[in-house]
């Protein structure tokens, strides 16, 4: 019913920036995207940062001060503004979204912060 589909990841320099961009398409006139979340090599799948429907947000203490999360729901766009990467920064990032009390996640964008 509903695809997720992460972009935007790649291969920066610490101290760089990078936004990766969260699509939907399908059955999106219930959609709801909802945050971002990260899973690092040998690490459990952890919360980035949440965006309610009012359009308040939460991050994670890691992330805060650093990330910036979007949504035009118009587009069905979710965006994750990420500046001033640190090595600790390396996962692979996921969207999350929820339509009709149902979960769905993309397939993930790599980003790689270098030392």
């Known amino acids: 019913q509903v695809q997720l589909v992460e972009s935007g990841g790649g291969l920066v320099q610490a101290g760089g920036s990078l936004r990766l961009s969260c699509a939907a398409s399908?059955?999106?006139?219930?959609?709801?995207?909802i945050g971002w979340f990260r899973q690092a090599p040998g690490k459990q799948r952890e919360l980035v940062a949440l965006?309610?429907?009012?359009?308040?947000?939460h991050y994670a203490d890691s992330v805060k001060g650093r990330f910036t999360i979007s949504r035009d729901n118009a587009k069905n766009m979710m965006y994750l503004q990420m500046n001033s990467l640190k090595p600790e920064d390396t996962a692979v990032y996921y969207c999350?979204?929820?339509?009709?009390?149902?979960?769905?996640w993309g397939q993930g964008t790599q980003v790689t912060v270098s030392s």
């Open positions: 965006i309610s429907s009012r359009f308040s947000t």
């Open positions: 399908g059955s999106t006139l219930s959609i709801n995207l």
């Open positions: 999350k979204a929820t339509s009709l009390n149902y979960d769905y």
